[in-house]
């Protein structure tokens, strides 16, 4: 591998990623009328730049012990439990159900506003009326005793469930749990195991792999069971596209990390002069992703998430022209 060219073109492909998530946040910014979607939408947006700086700091930091790209790093895998959460909140709300989620957690007894009833395509603008002439909490029939097809093993406790408000919240606290343990496990990770070895080093590593693929799986359940549960409603808004520019970043970045270590394995990937093969498998990995980034996921966000459905009616542009 030529460092100088590896850096050279890392640095230009995480760049483009840079550039096209930033012109896309840019047009949401420009047509912003629905903000509880485009907030989460951002977030997501923001996931493949995130990724393809880190790569790139990563290959500048070769040479140095990878100091500030092992901080980045931490940041980059908390981040990625933000955008599950993210997204699910972002399906909740193409079926009407932040309103929902928000009036539970204050107590209003507002109606829905009429900014987001355009996207009550699961019935759920009745049901908020009935809540505010006082009758009993319950989800429509429109959406209440759904059936979820709950995974394995989670089909053992939880055996065919059926949507009601208990599951509402169930998926939702899924996600967040991911949110909170991410953090902290990366963090133990970092210190522990990265910048403080022990003795325990190891032991501690694999408790963390552990317990960090028993949450990540949890939480990707919970995109799974509502998505399948909510799939003729979210058809129409290109779910499974959102889907893979978020979890194929990942996808990505883990497997080839595993073919580079199988290269090296049989001697295909070779060590060098300057770096070693555990340093050229870490940049070949680094740049793989940069180029992911800003050839692939950054352009196919453009696709995903496009800010056209969100655009200002011809009234609203005249109004702000005036």
């Not at 500030?68 to 997204?87: G, L, N, P, Q, S």
């Not at 080839?256 to 990995?285: M, Y």
Request: glycine share 6%.
């Amino acid at each position: 591998m030529n460092y100088e060219k590896a850096s050279f073109f890392s640095g230009a492909t995480a760049l483009i990623s840079v550039f096209l998530s930033f012109i896309l946040i840019g047009k949401h910014a420009k047509n912003w009328t629905s903000p509880v979607q485009q907030r989460n939408i951002v977030i997501i947006i923001l996931m493949a730049p995130l990724f393809a700086v880190d790569s790139f700091v990563g290959i500048l930091e070769l040479d140095e012990g990878e100091t500030v790209a092992h901080i980045i790093d931490t940041v980059k895998e908390c981040y990625e439990a933000v955008v599950i959460h993210a997204f699910l909140m972002l399906m909740y709300d193409l079926c009407g159900l932040t309103s929902y989620i928000q009036k539970k957690k204050t107590g209003s007894k507002e109606s829905l506003p009429d900014g987001e009833k355009m996207y009550d395509l699961c019935g759920l603008t009745s049901y908020m009326q009935k809540k505010k002439t006082g009758s009993k909490e319950s989800l429509p029939d429109g959406v209440k005793g759904r059936e979820l097809h709950v995974p394995f093993p989670l089909s053992l406790i939880y055996g065919h469930p059926h949507f009601d408000m208990v599951w509402l919240h169930r998926l939702r606290f899924w996600t967040l749990q991911f949110v909170v343990l991410r953090p902290i496990l990366s963090i133990v990770d970092l210190v522990w195991v990265d910048l403080m070895p022990s003795d325990f080093s190891k032991a501690i590593g694999l408790m963390i792999t552990i317990v960090l693929n028993i949450s990540v799986t949890t939480a990707v359940f919970a995109l799974i069971i509502f998505y399948h549960a909510f799939e003729v409603e979210l058809g129409a808004h290109r779910p499974l596209a959102k889907f893979i520019c978020i979890k194929g970043v990942v996808f990505f970045a883990t497997w080839q990390g595993v073919v580079l270590k199988i290269l090296a394995h049989f001697d295909i990937l070779h060590e060098g002069h300057r770096f070693s093969i555990d340093e050229l498998e870490l940049a070949w990995q680094d740049l793989l992703v940069c180029v992911e980034m800003g050839f692939l996921f950054s352009p196919l966000n453009l696709y995903a998430f496009t800010h056209s459905s969100y655009g200002r009616s011809d009234t609203d542009q005249k109004k702000k022209t005036n």
